[in-house]
């Protein structure tokens, strides 16, 4: 069964430090993987999806993540933090593009400091 | 282009009350899903249809019921609310070309 694991549900850094999220997924099949955010009082948006083309990704707002199948993961990095970085992210695993199969993780909280 | 809507924004009911969380899509996709958000916990699938007339359920769909009449409108209606249910919904729908989830603000919801 696919899952999914999010190390750290709460990670702090400073404003312009290098932002790492982790996440590692379990999948029988090559999976499609994505990152979602979510700010304060507001539904999910996607920042970017692996589905089996380049195995790094480049998302919105600076992120990016990188596929890698020897170690299960798909760790979300932005060289530089920004205040407005500040929210909820989830990595989710799905085996079909239909979404009705996808797993969410249970979230990192990334915070900023000044 | 409203996108996906959600009503209300906060209920709070008694137990053994009903509802229906109400969602509206303008953007003329076929799939469309219902979760729940408890704190410090990622999203849990409650129902999922995949066109109108069609709903299937997800991980968690004890104590909740789905109708799809429409392409647009996908209701979620509890019956006999519970202090377990309380949590925050989620609405999403699918574009099928560009395989994005495109999510509703959500309803908060406390049962007392």
């Known amino acids: 069964a696919q899952s999914v694991t999010q190390l750290g549900s709460h990670v702090s850094v400073s404003e312009g430090a290098l932002v790492l999220l982790r996440c590692n997924y379990s999948?029988?099949?090559?999976?499609?993987l994505f990152w979602y955010v979510q700010y304060p009082n507001q539904g999910l948006q996607l920042l970017l999806k692996y589905t089996s083309a380049a195995t790094l990704v480049k998302g919105i707002n600076g992120f990016e993540a990188e596929f890698k199948k020897s170690e299960t993961s798909f760790h979300l990095t932005k060289p530089s933090a920004h205040m407005s970085d500040a929210a909820e992210y989830f990595c989710?695993?799905?085996?079909?593009?239909?979404?009705?199969?996808?797993?969410f993780g249970s979230g990192t909280r990334l915070s900023i400091r000044p | 282009n409203a996108g996906v809507t959600q009503t209300p924004k906060f209920r709070i009911l008694k137990i053994g009350q009903s509802m229906t969380l109400q969602c509206t899509q303008d953007?003329?996709?076929?799939?469309m899903y219902w979760y729940r958000q408890d704190p410090g916990m990622g999203l849990k699938l409650i129902y999922y249809?995949?066109?109108?007339?069609?709903?299937d359920k997800g991980e968690v769909p004890n104590g909740y019921n789905v109708s799809r009449s429409t392409t647009e409108d996908f209701p979620l209606r509890l019956e006999l609310a519970a202090p377990s249910q309380t949590s925050v919904y989620f609405c999403a729908t699918l574009g099928e070309r560009t395989e994005e989830q495109y999510f509703g603000p959500g309803t908060r919801l406390t049962v007392t």
């Open positions: 249809s995949v066109g109108a007339g069609i709903t």
């Open positions: 989710a695993v799905s085996l079909y593009s239909s979404a009705s199969k996808i797993i």
């Open positions: 953007m003329n996709h076929n799939y």
């Open positions: 999948s029988s099949v090559p999976p499609y």
